[in-house]
């Protein structure tokens, strides 16, 4: 299917354990980011990606590893689960990076990943 | 450090009435503004946006409206329908995007 796609979408984890969430978008999109949803915090970007093999971080990367060897996939890991990162976990694509000096962009966001850690 | 505010965690309103969501925003760099909407378990999807440089924008039942002086925008639904139900993100982006908290609508038959 066309889109942009997150899998799992729930995911019960332990502290100290590795896991990754995948992220895989069919429009050849440029851009790819992570956000993670918390109450009282809206979306906060963890990592996003301008290209293959070019990722840099956004505001809350701690304990959070990606990768993009694939325009089209854009994988997000937690190296050792810890309970402060329960959360639930958006992926999104853009053409372009968002700028507003560059005209009219948005994302497109994946139906996102429901991460709990005991 | 919340660079993004919606205060208002919550609106109930009839529905036919308008329904009117608040945003505040601390940092003048920021030159590009947007309204997410989101249902449960699906992912935000975009609503409306708006340039620093302009004061208004409208679609359809949706106008947003920015402030510069004050750092706020407001997005106006008229007239409100049930299935407007949802929560609504304010975003800023400069160099990236920020979000607010969202605030939750309920439209009520």
């Known amino acids: 299917d066309a889109g942009i796609t997150q899998s799992p979408r729930y995911k019960i984890t332990e502290t100290g354990r590795q896991v990754t969430l995948m992220c895989h978008q069919t429009w050849s999109h440029s851009y790819m980011f992570w956000y993670r949803q918390d109450l009282g915090h809206g979306l906060r970007l963890i990592y996003y990606?301008?290209?293959?093999?070019?990722?840099d971080k956004g505001e809350v990367p701690d304990g959070y590893v990606v990768s993009r060897s694939k325009t089209e996939n854009f994988p997000l890991t937690l190296e050792s689960a810890t309970r402060s990162q329960t959360s639930v976990y958006f992926c999104?694509?853009?053409?372009?990076?968002?700028?507003?000096?560059?005209?009219?962009?948005?994302?497109?966001f994946g139906p996102g990943t429901r991460l709990l850690v005991l | 450090d919340q660079q993004v505010k919606q205060n208002s965690p919550s609106l109930s309103v009839q529905e036919g009435r308008i329904s009117i969501l608040n945003c505040d925003y601390t940092?003048?760099?920021?030159?590009?503004f947007l309204w997410y909407k989101k249902y449960p378990a699906e992912g935000p999807t975009f609503l409306i946006s708006i340039s620093s440089i302009k004061d208004k924008n409208e679609d359809g039942r949706f106008t947003v409206f920015l402030n510069k002086s004050a750092k706020h925008l407001s997005l106006h639904i008229v007239p409100s329908q049930p299935g407007d139900s949802a929560v609504y993100f304010c975003a800023a982006l400069h160099n990236d995007m920020r979000f607010g908290a969202g605030t939750r609508l309920t439209v009520k038959p």
């Open positions: 999104a694509s853009s053409e372009s990076k968002a700028s507003g000096s560059r005209g009219e962009e948005t994302q497109y």
């Open positions: 990606s301008a290209a293959a093999d070019i990722t």
């Open positions: 940092n003048s760099m920021f030159d590009y």
